[in-house]
């Protein structure tokens, strides 16, 4: 792990398996997050999600790819998303976030969602994502978003934590918490009654290490 952050990503389902994938790769001095949300209802969301994290650490192994430039997150979610509808595996969104050597930049495509969170202020990277469509539709519209050297914490997210939680205690939350239990009081927030949840939850939490 880079000593510029310190992370901690988690998982959450009452399914057998979850539909959510999320995984945190590093390249140089670069940290790359993935949070991947399988529509459930559809077959092959979880394959899709998968399939999103497989393309990204595929291009990480590729010389060629850019990993601080937009456009190739860009060309990576569209080529993406032709592939899966041509395979009909399932619809997945998507949210791929770089902490680079001078700024965060990212690519967002459906509801999944990307927020750095400040002492005073919540900034939505994700909130230029025009339309809900989904990688794997054949008509997703990914959307770039870019943010100064992370200050605060960066929260990415599926839906399932941010549909079923209020903003503002999210972001208490991460504001008031240790990293290392940030994450499982968010997962908390979001639990019902029973134990359950009602969605699947995928997330991941970087702050840079003072």
Known sequence: MSPRFTHVRMR???????????EVFEQGEALILVV???????????????????????????????VEDARHWLALFRATDVTLAKSAVGETTGVVVVLGSHQVIGVSAGDSEAWVVTATEVHDLTRGQQTKRRVGSGRAEPAAFAHAALSGTLVVASDGLFKYAASDVI???????????AGEQLLGLVRLPSGNFADDVALVLVRATP
């Open 12 to 22: 959450a389902s009452s399914r057998a398996k979850s539909e959510d994938a999320v």
């Open 36 to 66: 991947a949300d399988g529509a459930g209802g559809i077959r092959g969301g979880g394959k899709a999600s998968e399939a999103l994290v497989a393309a990204v650490r595929a291009a990480l192994g590729d010389p060629t790819f850019l």
């Open 171 to 181: 972001a208490r939350v991460v504001r008031e918490s240790t990293i290392s239990s």
